[in-house]
RNA sequence: GGACGGGUGGCAGAGUGGUCGAAUGCACCGGUCUUGAAAACCGGCGAUGGGCAACCAUCCGGGGGUUCGAAUCCCUCCCCGUCCGCCA
């Protein structure tokens, strides 16, 4: 949610602001629908105060043709207001839905245009390797090292589910514990997050829970939804609460099943792990002060390029353009890790993505802050990032690491939690 | 899942139809006292929206209802606690 007064003093900033975004969004009727309702409340609440009035008089009335007779008033206020009250809960609700449909703000920096739009920042420091020997995708090494059972996972549950196997067992694991230690070196708090939230919680981080287009799963006859990222649970976790300044920053990090539905999706580049309807995450997220999330947002993008580099997978950092931000972020950085198997054309794939969205879902969740000694509240700021996917992860690694014997290397600083250093035998 | 008890200001906790936005205590802020601090005493102190201000409106878990009037009565949902059941 934008600041409704920032939208009617600058309603052609705004306007410009969701077309450059791609959103359709009419603001000057916003604006025509909010100043007439904040007419109407000026009225509503001169009704109230005069009903009051009558009410508070009843009691020294002298008699009781006096008493009914201010009573008859009280009931015609009473009236008059609600009448009024409902014609703003009709301009509200057109207004409400063009509201909601407003996107972030955007960083200035961000670059302006489609998908195509989105600037490469920069590399990893792993350089991307030459290989001797035809490149087999992760969904062949997979079968060959007998790592994942997709037959499997159909079977119970259908396309998009799998069964990890074997060394992807521990391979999940190890990536876990790895991305776990490095995060609470930094000072984020590690969580277990609850895989299921209520609909307010997914509808206040910016997911949609139901209806056709929704990417969310949701459970019948309860008001629960599986999480399609901890952003939602760690997002929802102070939801309504007014946090102490001195206790900003709160870094959080939060391991969760992932569960979407990837409506719409079918079609696109999404073979073997790439595109599933579940998979694991470690995901950080912050709540700051405003004036410290540029800086957080930068530490969640060096902290994404860190995890990546030290696995010693390529990748790419991109600066999403602003026809490809989802609602909430202000802006967002992908890291796009370099898997070979998925062919020349695209061999780039998103494992990551950090975003910065500022006080917009806080708005939404109501979450604010209090500075000891100063009245009043603000809104703190919201920043997300994928610390590591492992399902696509995992891709990344089995595809960059095959050897031409077939086998796998396992990244120097998996080896702790593997157990072993090499996936296959070599002889 | 069942029974009972609860959800009120930053916290604790009164308040069961009418000057209740709400006693009291703690915390907090200002002052007196003190070399300084503590204690004691005096004063202040909820949030949001509108207004330069006086002031006004709204808010007692959420939603709905009864009434001229609801923290208070009714319905409903959510959450918390205790006990019982079930269970890894």
Known sequence: MLDKRFILENAEAVQQNCDHRGVKADVARFVELETQCRALRQEVEELSRQANQVSKSIGNAKDDAEREERKEEGRRLREEKDGKQQEIDRLDAEAGAIYRSMPNLTHPESPIGDEASSKELSRGGTEVRRFGFPVQDHVELAGQHDLVDFEGGGRIAGHGFYFLKNEAVLLELALQQFTLELLMGEGFVPTITPDLARGDIVAGVGFIPRGPETQIYSIENFDLNLVATA?????????????????????LCGISHCFRTEAGAAGRASRG???????????????????????????????????????????????????????????????????????????????????????????????????KGEKGTSYVHTLNGTAVAISRAMIAILENYQQADGTILVPDVLRRWVGKDRIGSTG
Request: hydrophobic share 35%; glycine share 8%.
């Open 273 to 371: 792990l790439y595109r599933v309807h579940q998979f694991t995450k470690v995901e950080m997220f912050a709540f700051t002060k405003p004036e410290e999330s540029e800086a957080v947002h930068q530490q969640f993008r060096d902290l994404e390029c860190r995890i990546f580099d030290a696995l010693g997978i390529p990748y790419r950092v991109i600066d999403i353009a602003t026809g490809d931000l989802g609602g909430p972020a202000y802006r967002k950085f992908d890291l796009e890790a370099w898997m070979p198997g998925r062919g020349e054309a695209d061999e780039f794939g998103e494992v990551t993505s950090a975003s910065n969205c500022t006080d917009y879902q806080a708005r939404r969740l109501d979450i604010r802050y209090k500075t």
């Open 231 to 251: 952003e939602i649970t760690l997002g929802g976790l102070y939801a309504g609460e007014v946090l102490d300044a001195d206790d900003l920053p709160i870094k």
